[in-house]
């Protein structure tokens, strides 16, 4: 019986073939790879909260004022947990840009408490963060619950 290193050296070490075998391997394999990675960046999980109402935009607040002017949250070990799938139920059309402008100086003073007597409701749909990535597959089909 023959063993490996007999076989090899009939037949010959690297030649054309196993070139040839290789590249075309390659060539498969290679966009084989950037596929199965590619779902690392393009479905992970943003961060995310409910979408304001669409009355808010004319106060021209920033995502985290929005954020915290909407969302219940929870403090936890120091710091703020909000809420992913529920919101404040208020009547955005009746506020006024005095209202707004209260909270905005509570807000920057930081004395700040949410009210304990709104009513939560369930989000239409939601805001993600964008400091890592500015969009993913989550985000672009709103598949945040």
């Avoid at 070139?19 to 790879?33: D, G, N, R, V, Y």
């Avoid at 304001?52 to 004022?65: I, Q, V």
């Avoid at 209202?99 to 709104?118: A, C, F, G, H, S």
Wanted: proline share 3%; aromatic share 14%; glycine share 6%.
């Amino acid at each position: 019986m023959k063993t490996f290193d007999g076989i090899l050296d009939e037949i010959g070490g690297m030649g054309r073939y196993q070139i040839l075998a290789i590249f075309l391997l390659a060539l498969i394999e290679i966009p084989s790879a950037f596929h199965n990675i590619n779902y690392v960046y393009i479905g992970a999980k943003q961060d995310h909260f409910c979408a304001p109402s669409a009355e808010l935009s004319a106060f021209n607040l920033t995502k985290d004022e929005l954020k915290n002017y909407t969302i219940p949250y929870e403090v936890k070990d120091g710091t703020r947990e909000y809420m992913k799938c529920g919101q404040f139920r208020r009547n955005y059309s009746s506020i006024g840009k005095n209202d707004v402008q209260l909270w905005l100086d509570e807000y920057i003073k930081e004395n700040y408490t949410q009210p304990d007597d709104l009513p939560i409701e369930e989000c239409s749909g939601w805001l993600y963060a964008t400091s890592i990535y500015q969009t993913t597959i989550i985000s672009e089909v709103s598949i945040s619950k």
